[in-house]
């Protein structure tokens, strides 16, 4: 089974422990980059070197979760390689995968129930890429520089 990313500030602390917890007791395995506590810290000091793995294809997927959600995506989207989607209900994680081929999952840890991340984690994990059109618009993402 392959292994799974997983980083967030102190405001994704508690899901991010829930959600590793639940990865885990299923039998994926795991990389924690972090926080491992609720002490602040800067959200880009952890999903920089995650995003970094995710690029060099070190881990195939990731899930990222700050306050928002939105600058953990912010600063994933920075790598090439990278296509994080910030994603709340299940019908989004499932577009994220079968239309934008996202391998990073961002979560907005102050606003969504850890339940409700569950659901949202299980669909962007069991949903695959639909290719076709897609692929010609994917392939169209990457950065001029
Ligand atoms: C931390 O307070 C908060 O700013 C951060 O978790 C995130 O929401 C930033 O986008």
């Excluded at 829930?18 to 299923?26: C, G, M, N, V, W």
């Excluded at 959600?69 to 989004?92: D, F, Q």
């Excluded at 391998?103 to 569950?118: C, K, Q, T, V």
Aim: proline residues 5%; charged residues 25%; contains cysteine.
């Amino acid at each position: 089974m392959k292994t799974l990313a997983i980083g967030c500030d102190h405001a994704g602390y508690e899901l991010k422990e829930y959600l590793r917890e639940k990865l885990l007791s299923l039998g994926y395995e795991v990389k924690d980059f972090g926080t491992y506590s609720h002490d602040s810290v800067d959200y880009p000091d952890i999903i920089h070197p995650l995003a970094e793995a995710i690029d060099q294809c070190l881990y195939e997927t990731g899930i990222i979760i700050c306050g928002t959600g939105a600058g953990a995506s912010m600063v994933a989207n920075k790598y090439r390689g990278v296509r994080a989607a910030l994603c709340w209900m299940p019908e989004i994680a499932e577009l994220a995968r079968k239309h934008n081929d996202a391998n990073i999952l961002a979560l907005p840890g102050r606003f969504i129930h850890p339940d409700a991340a569950w659901e949202v984690v299980s669909v962007f994990l069991s949903t695959s890429f639909e290719g076709g059109r897609h692929e010609r618009r994917v392939k169209k993402i990457p950065p001029i520089l």
